[in-house]
């Protein structure tokens, strides 16, 4: 298993390359060659390792010959072995030291990579992930490619050449007493099917399956707790916690029962005291026997328990390799999610007219949460959308900001398909509040600006006069420039006022917006309103409407019901109507909550 | 290391603990002594009597059969220790958790508690299993094999010895500094990891202003920031891990220049001196594996800490007379609390008698939704009391406590499973058509019915699958299924929507109906019809009365009004 897998582990980047954004593959090649002075100066080094044994060996023979010992040749032999091991120490570190260089500066490319493609991966699919797993990927993930880079190459390289080496070299000693020192290591590679049988197998499913359900149960606990202690089940969460541990726990032991014996002959057949066991009776006998010199027992002793480090050093950091392997495929999903496509050649709108036709969507095939909607919004008008949760509206405002292209139908902005708009004149021309405000670590001027990089002081001071947010910016000990989370703590409506200004200063003509984002408290609903009003007649608006003024107010009110608009019309039409809508108002208007 | 993982479980693993060590030393020395028979063994092909080798090397043998025995039971003991303090510690981890005041469970605290529990425990249990017994054999056997060369040759045994301490150093001082490097990575880690969250949850508002990452210098400093942390943490492992091959190198050496010096002059045999440097060989070996072994047994040591932080946390003690709270009228008795540096309370009085209604108005970060969780008892105060049916809620038995309570929070949290289980979570012994009662009146039922599958149908991961105005209504469920003679409601206001929210109203209406009730409103409009509202603003209670009172007196509340019901 050992060997194949990892030969698939070093193949994993190479079939990206054939795709279009930067594969693993290729973001490695500049540095192929530091991968290979890395490899070159720890195959030197590791051979050089062999310099001290074999001056043991030369030592040997030359104090074991008969007759006179040339005294010169003797220390000429301990220097060489001393030498060989002081560049053994020097180019094994160099070769260490090159590869964890090497591995920084492509962990770091990595990240940049993936930056950048996150930054051009469709909103619509960032959305529909939880931030904290892509963060995890940029972060833990590309520290765990860390063996594969820095390790792997020069390692795994010389634990093969130096056995290779030192084969060789016993082969012209004595080919018989070379095949006996293989005993152990063939012992060794024939239990290794014994690990695989399917009973093996199995438990090694039940270990990765029990392994799973720990985890989640884990995150289940502790994500759930709040809940599950104020409605005093504490005991039912933590219950399944602690059986999935004792399950896991069963599960492990077993595993490592099954293992152990199979496991501890491979150990035995590897370690040092019974390779030496080996090539002693082995050389003994052909001594006794007279076929072998007594001085050349002496390379196998010294040299023979080397040809075990392959089979040690495949499973030694296999699991890291292994998680390595992982955690590369998980890289290499982020780097393949194909960007929303750019037009290459960019139309430029005429007008400011949106248009919606026959727009279906659906986030899984087979389950659509739109089912052919018709809207248009008018330049300057105000378009209220109602209707239960559940009935797409979310999923409609999120269309003209782009977070997903429709799958059936058009989106079109002043008659171009949205899809044939660049995507900085998209966000030019259409600017959104919704209800999950982000403020980074940065001054609150910045954190305005950040949706026009451009714009003056006076600007963003505008901005957030209208935002409702300029004396509370005011307050803040270094006024515009205290930077959020260090200088100031903002509280969410003030954060959701912000993120207001920002909007506004992005001086789009449409403007897409949940009204939700209001309720923070009064002075953003007072925003909020403040804004409808000033931007009616100049802007497009789309509203998701959650106040029965903003829906009075506005000049078309959709209600939108599983998927498909319900009823349409200005506020009096519908009124007039009599349907859901004014059904709905006439309850509203009898009596407000209680 | 181990100590800590004592101290940390509890001492009764330390007898198997230290069998298992007591084990592994024994196994390490046994493989050491078995080298020995190498000697005499040599000595006799080497010296012209191959077949004089033979009773000595089934000695070899015997001993070499006797080390794979001991080294089968101290790997098993190693696996058996190594599973049990992983039950162990889960159970702890897990029986502490449980114990942590709510309060304690901020949403940063989850993703880290969540990743500690799963991967931290199984990193920082792994030592017993499989780093444990590599690092007792690197250690023993080598001095095993030196008190064996000290046996044959003093001189010898002697030079080899002097690296013992040198070796020794060299680790202790390597693990030092490293583990102060280690620190400074992992803040850097953490540090680049918020801003990469950051970027991500950005991206709408970066895009439109035309920012890619190039562009984005907070995120590619950081990023740049991890690069040479790791780089100093590189330059900082070398000398360590340079010095220790040269000290075992020049320990080799100076046996191989030494054991030729005798050899040459005659003092020593040699066949002596050839098995002393196959032994010597044999000493090195392990001795390098150390430098890789204390680099993984640091790893396990710095999750060991963070373990141990989260298990040292106090939860909130409990009374051990409990008192039974008298009725179910609420109070706050001056009442302060402090978030880290920040007052969130300050000296807040207030009370509620028994069946009436208080609403909690006022800006955002004001301390509303604190008082609802001094209530529940998620935090102790820092001063004043806190007090449910004239009884302070220390004084209260947790489960006391929490069955008189039925919240409904902002963020709701479903588990993976039905939506049945969900609302049953409000009452697990609740029969089914209590439950289906509650989920109705909660107006579930639209809910069951879009999603395929019904009350069967699986709700995801947190919820998933619901948007947040159904989460909202779950939870409603929850609390009429609970029917607890206190509610605390934390009014959600973005995920009603203007359609609907009459059929989630009654069900409100019907959560608060008779009960005594705490509730926190973000939109004005819902808090008219109170028994008593009061005005909360920095921390304090800035004014306190009935709707049309406080309209009259034409403070903080009525201009809160006015801003909410006049166009801007």
Redesign the interface.
Known sequence: MTATDLAEARAVSTPAAAEAPPSAARLLRPFAGSFAAVVVLQVIGAVAGLA??L??VE??RT??SPGP?D?GH??FV?LA??AG??V??LF??AS??IG??V???V??SL??AL??R???VP?GW?SRRR??E???V??DDV?AVHPFVAHAPGELVAAFVVPLVSLVYLFTVDWRLTLITLIPVVLAVALVPLMMTPARRREQEEFDAAMGR???S?????????????????G???RR??TA??D??RV??RW?RGL?EV??GM??AL????V??VV??G??VL??TGGLA??D??PF??LG?GLTAPVAALGHGFDDLQAARRAVGRIRDVLAVPSLPEPVRPASPRGQRVELRDVRFAYESG?EVLRGIDLVLEPGTVTAL?????SG??TVVQLL?R?FDPTHGSVTLGGVDLRELG??EL??RV??V???T?L???SVGDNI?????NAGLDDVVRAARLANVHERILELPRGYHSVIGEDA?L????AQRI?LA?ALL?DAAVLVLDE??A?????T???V??TL?ALKGERTVLVI?????T?ADADTVV?LE?GTVAERGSPAELLARGG??AA?WQ??RRG??? | MIRMLLRVLGPEYAKPVRRTVALMTITAIA?GL??AL?VP?LRA??G?D??G??PW?AA??G??AV??VL??LS??SG??VG??L??GM??RL??H??RLP?GW?SAAR??E??VL???GVLDAMGVA?HLLAPFVSACVTPLTIVAVLLALNWQLGLAALVAAPIVAAIQIWTGRSMAAHDAERHER?HE???????????????????????R?E???DS??E??RA??RT?LSA?PG??GL??AV?AM??VV??LG?HL??GGHIG?AE??AI??LA??CA?PLLSLSDIGGKLRGARSELARLDAVLRTEPLPEPRDPVEPEGHALEFDAVTFRHGD?VVLDGVSLSVPEGRRLAVVG???AGKSTLLRLL?R?HDVDAGAVRVGGADVREIET?EL??R?A?V?QD??L??GTIEENVR??R?GASVAEVRAAASAAGLD??VE?L?GGWAANVG??GALL????RQRVSIA?ALL?DAPIVLLDEV??????????AV?AG??RLLAGRTVVLVA?????V??ADRIVFLEGGRVVEEGGHDELLRRGGRYAE??R??TT??
């Open positions: 001290p044994l001056a043991v030592l040997g104090l074991l010992i005294h003797v220390w301990v072995g001393a091991l002081l053994r120490l094994t570190a260490a030291g964890h260089l591995d920084d500066q962990q770091l990240r940049r930056a950048a996150l930054g051009r909103l960032l931030t904290g892509l963060a995890k940029v972060g520290s720990i985890a989640n884990v995150v289940e606990f502790v994500q759930g707790i709040a809940v599950v202690k104020a409605f005093g089940g504490a039912r969460a933590h916690f602690l541990a004792d896991f726990g492990f032991f490592v152990s496991a501890a150990q035995l370690s040092p005291p019974f030496l066991l002693l009776i050389g003994t001594i006794t007594a001085p027992l002496l002793l010294l328990l389950h109602a209707g239960p949760s559940g509206k979310s900001p977070f995507s900085r966000y030019r600017s959104f919704f209800q999950d982000v980074l670590r940065a600006a950040l949706s026009a990089p703590v509280s969410g409506g003030e993120s920002r992005a939700a984002t309720f923070a408290d009064p002075q609903e007072q925003a309103r403040r009003k409407a959650h106040r029965l003024e829906i209600v599983d859901k809508f709905f309850s509203h407000e909550f209680r | 493989e078995s080298y190498l063994v092909l080497f012209g191959p077949g080798a033979w090397l070899f043998g001993a070499v080390f794979a080294r089968y790997d098993l696996f058996r599973t049990s992983l039950l889960y159970h897990g029986d958790l449980a709510i469970y989850v993703g508690v969540s529990a799963s991967r299993a880690d680049a990891a918020g801003r990469v969250i950051e970027y991500l949850q950005a991206q709408p508002v970066l895009r439109a202003g035309g920012r890619t990452h190039e984005f907070m995120l590619d990023l740049r991890v690069q790791s780089r590189l070398l891990t340079v091959t040269l190198q080799f050496t191989l220049v030729t050899a040459l040699v001196v050839l440097l196959v060989a044999r070996d920040r800006p955002s970060g529940a998620f489960g929490m069955s309570i919240i929070f709701v949290y588990f993976d979570l409000g697990p639209d809910v879009r395929p991961e947190g948007s947040g105005g159904e929850r609970k206001t973005s995920a009603l929507d203007p359609v609907n929210e009459a109203h409100i209406e973000h939109r004005l409009r819902t008219r019809n809160f009004w801003l909410a166009p801007g």
